[in-house]
């Protein structure tokens, strides 16, 4: 579809009741013809959004020394030394209030091992295991791209939601972020297996992209 149908669309998704709090906009993606239940057939994968999400992108990191002190002045929004990964095992409740808190965690290499090993159970099943870490990395940029990355995940399920930006942004943005998703999407499904996906606004009627 080209921009300006993807445009026309988002348009019309937009055009709702305003509410008494700013709606996200969702892609809703409908498959068909493939079996979830095979971990291959399973989608899970971030893109970058060409005009981010409109609203922030908290980022949590587990390190200490230097890598620690990079991403402070880098900007991430928690900073977690080694000695927290115990305490958070035995406070599950804070562990998973952490976890809802933040979009994406990042975490030194040499952590991961503990990490996997005291939180796998309550990272793992929301897709939130962090990516590790060397101390040659540059932070600056990698925060600087996640604060404009979105999670592509279908779990086992055939349909899935994506969230691409909130009613604050404008539809040209918003409609640039479409087409990034479905791209990004169609470079792992064959177009034959996508059924549908709808633009969506939280409390906004369904429009037809695809």
Do not use: W
């Not at 291959?40 to 060409?50: G, M």
């Not at 409109?54 to 080694?82: C, H, M, Q, R, T």
Request: with cysteine.
């Amino acid at each position: 579809m080209a921009r300006k149908d993807i445009l026309q669309v988002v348009k019309t998704a937009l055009d709702s009741p305003k509410r008494n709090f700013t709606e996200g906009v969702d892609l809703a993606i409908n498959l068909r013809n493939i079996d979830m239940s095979k971990p291959q057939n399973k989608i899970d994968e971030e893109a970058v959004l060409p005009s981010g999400l409109g609203k922030p992108v908290k980022i949590a990191l587990f390190a200490s020394g230097e890598l620690a002190v990079k991403a402070d002045k880098a900007g991430a929004d928690l900073i977690l030394s080694p000695d927290q990964i115990e305490k958070l095992r035995k406070d599950k409740s804070r562990a998973k209030s952490l976890v809802n808190e933040h979009d994406f965690f990042l975490a030194e290499a040499s952590l991961m091992p503990t990490i996997g090993k005291n939180l796998g159970p309550i990272l793992g099943p929301p897709g939130k295991m962090p990516s590790p870490l060397t101390s040659d990395v540059n932070i600056v940029a990698l925060i600087e791209r996640l604060r404009k990355t979105v999670r592509i995940r279908s779990k086992d399920k055939t349909t899935f939601h994506v969230t691409i930006g909130c009613k604050t942004m404008t539809p040209e943005e918003i409609a640039a972020n479409v087409e990034t998703v479905i791209k990004h999407l169609e470079s792992k499904v064959e177009k034959q297996n996508i059924r549908s996906i709808y633009v969506k606004t939280s409390m906004g009627p369904a429009a037809r992209v695809i």
